[in-house]
């Protein structure tokens, strides 16, 4: 990522401060704009892994949304900093939720791990480690985080 120079870094700390004061709607809109390329970077990080690229960049900007909203300039950290924490577990909360999804779809708990397997569309790395499961007689019930809630 092309890091910023120190004037614009310092224009862009001024203008979260006129929003955190003022919460001026032009203002935010300009932060979200301006910074949106962090988040299709940080989508595709996570690219090739079973979910559409679009999805992945809707999730991040939401996430980038979420953290423009949520930032504060008195606290010292510098947004990118923040941002990038918040975008990214945005995006490994999408991919935990899709995997509960995936695997609890249509199936009653006590089903096992290869029945479940062949009865949904799962992404390759979360197939790969139910088929493991399976191989192992993990119950559906004991094996799955998502399931034994």
Known sequence: MEKLA??????????????????DAATRDEL?????GLAHQLARRFANRGEPHDDLVQVASLALVKAVDRFDPDHGA??????????VGELKR???????????????????????ITST???GTWARTYRRRARRGFQHDRGCRAGSA
């Open 6 to 23: 120190p004037e614009a870094g310092k224009a862009q700390e001024d203008r979260f401060a006129d929003y955190a004061r003022t919460r």
């Open 32 to 36: 979200i704009s301006t910074n949106l």
């Open 78 to 87: 510098t947004f990118s900093s923040f941002a990038v924490t918040s975008i």
């Open 94 to 116: 999408h991919f935990r939720d899709k995997a509960g999804r995936c695997v609890l779809h249509g199936e009653s708990r006590s089903s096992t791990w290869s029945s479940v």
């Open 121 to 123: 569309s799962c992404p």
